[in-house]
């Protein structure tokens, strides 16, 4: 069964500074992976998903992620946080090309320090 | 494009009554799933629909729950007997065949008291 594991419930950054959100993860077949961002009483928003091919991918509002698998780690990150990043931020990982459940980790709450 | 829709967006129950949720997909989506996610907490997938077809449903599922999408289009999610540990939000994402990604809907927050 796949797992997924971030490093930090929370991480405070300063505005303009490098965000860096930690994703590890387990799966005994190659994985989809997946970061979604949640604001407070909504849904989840995707913001980038790695299927195949070219391992760095870009996303939403300057977001990009790097898939390692020989570190199984899907790492997040921003170069330059504005406030309006501030949000829970969730990775997840599907074993069945996308098609089955999803599997979260806890999430990471990003605090923009002004 | 609307988007995911849920209804309804809150509901406060006593415990040991019974609630429905309903969720709305994006139109054309022939895949739907249901997540709970409590505070704190990563979403934790509950059931998931092809069409009408209930393919897989985990481990969370109790008998209490029930899930249908008779026609392959909007879905329910029932709670008989509710519990206090039945307060979560209730998500739901659809997707289509030609996409891996899930489009999440408002979710609903059950606060049983």
């Known amino acids: 069964a796949q797992s997924v594991t971030q490093l930090g419930s929370h991480v405070s950054v300063s505005e303009g500074a490098l965000v860096l959100l930690r994703c590890n993860y387990s799966s005994s077949v190659p994985p989809y992976l997946f970061w979604y961002v949640q604001y407070p009483n909504q849904g989840l928003q995707l913001l980038l998903k790695y299927t195949t091919g070219a391992t760095l991918v870009k996303g939403i509002n300057g977001f990009e992620a790097e898939f390692k698998k020989s570190e199984t780690s899907f790492h997040l990150t921003k170069p330059s946080a504005h406030m309006s990043d501030a949000a829970e931020y969730f990775c997840?990982?599907?074993?069945?090309?996308?098609?089955?459940?999803?599997?979260f980790g806890k999430g990471t709450h990003l605090i923009i320090q002004p | 494009d609307t988007g995911v829709s849920q209804d309804p967006r809150h509901k406060i129950t006593k415990r040991g009554q019974n609630v429905t949720f309903r969720c709305d997909p994006i139109?054309?989506?022939?895949?739907l799933y249901w997540y709970r996610q409590t505070l704190g907490q990563g979403p934790e997938f509950l059931t998931y629909f092809q069409n009408e077809a209930q393919l897989e449903k985990s481990r969370l599922l109790s008998d209490r729950f029930s899930a249908e999408r008779p026609k392959g289009s909007f879905s329910t999610l029932e709670i008989q007997r509710t519990e206090q540990g039945d307060s979560a939000m209730y998500l739901c994402?659809?997707?289509?065949?030609?996409?891996?990604?899930?489009?999440f809907g408002p979710g609903t927050r059950l606060t049983v008291t």
């Open positions: 139109s054309e989506h022939n895949r």
């Open positions: 997840a990982v599907s074993d069945g090309g996308g098609a089955d459940g999803l599997t």
């Open positions: 994402a659809s997707t289509s065949p030609y996409q891996s990604e899930q489009y």
